[in-house]
């Protein structure tokens, strides 16, 4: 059971490169989230999705997208980097119902350059 | 809207103190809080939770929590600090009702330093 994952851990990007984050998890939790953690700032939500074939924004959606075509996975879409994006994310899933914990993945250092 | 605050940016402790992490919250309905807690270059691991029912709440660790529903207030404890404790807590709520509900606002943090 490994719980969430996230690949890749680490990425360097120039401006203006795209990319695409993968968070898988094997727990059958129906809600997967995106965050983003910058220093001083506490996490931050950026996406997230209620099930397979749904997502909505958090409060700071833009410049991301993602797409849950599978129940398991959870993809986060850079399109256009750029500098502002530099952060560590993290990808977090939770059980039906809006009392559950999440539990989060080990998360992806971003550089944008 | 819902929000947190964790008032102290750091805490410090002597092993085998008691410690308190501090954490006030807003939200228009009830809430559920919960606090996590992160060690360096790793991804956040829950602590516990309130939903409901008794004020004080036990999780792992040791650590233990009251909320206070006047005060606003939703504190970490834990009566023995230990080295290992040393790490960035975060507290964080959500609005149990209304829009937004799926959302969990986290607190900016309190490095804890537990000093042997």
């Known amino acids: 059971n490994a719980g969430v994952t996230q690949t890749p851990k680490f990425r360097v990007l120039k401006t203006g490169q795209s990319m695409t984050l993968l968070c898988a998890q094997d727990m059958n939790h129906e809600y997967m989230y995106w965050y983003r953690q910058d220093p001083g700032m506490g996490l931050r939500l950026i996406h997230y999705s209620v099930g397979e074939g749904t997502t909505a924004k958090g409060e700071v959606p833009d410049g991301y997208n993602v797409s849950r075509l599978k129940k398991q996975n959870f993809l986060l879409g850079l399109e256009s980097a750029a500098p502002s994006q530099t952060s560590v994310y993290f990808c977090?899933?939770?059980?039906?119902?809006?009392?559950?914990?999440?539990?989060f993945g080990p998360g992806t250092r971003l550089t944008v350059l | 809207a819902q929000s947190v605050a964790q008032p102290e940016d750091q805490v410090n402790v002597a092993e085998g103190n008691p410690l308190t992490v501090k954490c006030t919250y807003s939200v228009s309905g009830n809430p559920y809080l919960f606090w996590y807690v992160q060690y360096p270059n790793r991804g956040l691991q829950f602590l516990l939770k309130?939903?409901?029912?008794?004020?004080l709440v036990k999780g792992s660790y040791g650590f233990e929590a009251e909320f206070n529903k006047s005060q606003t207030s939703f504190h970490l404890k834990k009566p023995s600090a230990l080295v290992s404790d040393s790490a960035l807590y975060f507290c964080?709520?959500?609005?149990?009702?209304?829009?937004?509900?799926?959302?969990?606002?986290f607190g900016k943090g309190t490095k804890l330093s537990v000093i042997p």
């Open positions: 964080a709520v959500r609005d149990s009702s209304g829009a937004g509900s799926y959302q969990l606002t």
């Open positions: 977090a899933s939770s059980g039906q119902g809006v009392h559950n914990e999440q539990f």
């Open positions: 309130y939903i409901t029912g008794d004020n």
